[in-house]
C-alpha cells in the first residue's frame, strides 16, 4: 500500500508564490519519475514538472522560468515551489510518482490565484 499526501495550496495574489509538497508512505523501496500536473476547472490534466531520481527536471512551457521542482529521496517527497503566479495557473495540483511500474497519484491541493 502507497499513500500519496500534498500539501501547500492555498490562496493567492497574482504575482504571489506558494510551495507545494508531497510526501510518500507505504511499502516504498524505490520510486522513478515523480511530477506535478494540474487541472482546472473545465480542462483537462496537464503536467507541470517531472524530476527524475537522479534529479533531471523537467517543465511544461507555461511553468518555465517560474516554478522549481525538486526532490528529497531520503524523504520520498517532492517540492514544487512556484512563483510569479498567474490567474491561470488556478488548478488542483496533484502529485505523481511511479514506482514498480505503476503510477500513484495524491488527493490533490487546490492553488487559487486571484486578486
Known amino acids: 500500500q502507497v499513500q500519496v499526501v500534498e500539501s501547500g495550496g492555498g490562496l493567492v495574489q497574482p504575482g504571489g508564490s506558494l510551495r507545494l509538497s508531497c510526501a510518500a508512505a507505504?511499502?516504498?523501496?524505490?520510486?522513478?519519475?515523480m511530477g506535478w500536473y494540474r487541472q482546472a476547472p473545465g480542462k483537462q490534466r496537464e503536467l507541470v514538472a517531472t524530476i527524475t531520481s537522479g534529479g533531471r527536471a523537467t517543465y511544461a512551457d507555461s511553468s518555465k522560468g517560474r516554478f522549481t521542482i525538486s526532490r528529497d529521496n531520503a524523504k520520498n517527497s517532492v517540492n514544487l515551489q512556484m512563483n510569479s503566479l498567474k490567474p491561470e495557473d488556478t488548478a488542483i495540483y496533484y502529485c505523481k510518482l511511479n514506482l514498480g511500474g505503476r503510477g500513484y497519484w495524491g488527493q490533490g491541493t487546490q492553488v487559487t490565484v486571484s486578486s
Open positions: 507505504g511499502n516504498i523501496f524505490s520510486i522513478g519519475v
